[in-house]
């Protein structure tokens, strides 16, 4: 018998018994998730706004950016500027100023809202745009993170990401930089 052979042998029979798999935890749900998901997305640096159609989002926009910046909405009842299936290479998004996009759950206890591939043409359009406006109905909020990912199927769509604010970063320094990976506010409506 070789030394290989010899080692396996032996791991073979030191294997410990299979155990079973502990039981999910959970924890009391939140009364008020539209209240705390706002005051999470808050304490994140974004701001959550309730509203009951998409046309008070359009009006958001007209009020809030020019209107020769360069928008791309993948929600079709809020129009962009720049026709998205027109853009073959995430290369030529560098310059889009807003974007505006579906989320499919929100976790109250940190803000993240889970954007899958399924409501994305391409994965760089919520990094690399200035601004950012995701679209969430308030039915798919949720208390914490293990809901989330009960709610959520990760091999269904190809990618998917937790987003939770305008992106941040500090150094030794203590100097706060927003924006420098990703978009420099986040605007979050809840419908």
């Known amino acids: 018998m070789s030394s290989r052979e010899a080692i396996l042998e032996a791991i073979a029979k030191n294997k410990p018994q299979p155990t079973a798999l502990p039981e999910l935890l959970s924890f009391p749900s939140e009364e008020d998730l539209v209240a705390k998901y706002t ?33 791309v909405s993948l929600i079709e009842e809020v129009p962009g500027t720049l026709e998205i299936s027109s853009i073959t290479d995430p290369h ?26 399924k409501n994305l043409n391409h994965r760089v359009l919520p990094f690399i745009t200035q601004h ?49 990976h990703g978009s420099r506010s986040l605007t979050v409506f809840l419908i």
């Open 92 to 117: 030529d998004l560098e310059s889009v100023e807003l974007a505006v996009v579906k989320g499919e759950v929100g976790a109250v206890e940190n803000a993240a809202i889970w954007v899958s591939e």
């Open 132 to 180: 950012l406006i995701i679209v969430l109905e308030k039915t798919n909020l949720v208390s914490n993170m293990h809901e989330a990912y009960r709610r959520i199927d990760v091999t269904q769509a190809g990618y998917g990401v937790f987003i939770a604010g305008p992106s941040k970063t500090a150094d030794i320094e203590q100097s706060l930089v927003i924006g420098a």
């Open 39 to 71: 005051q999470s997305v808050t304490l994140n640096g974004g701001t959550a706004i309730e509203v009951t159609s998409l046309d008070e989002v359009k009006a958001y926009i007209h009020e809030n950016f020019l209107e020769d910046l360069q928008v």
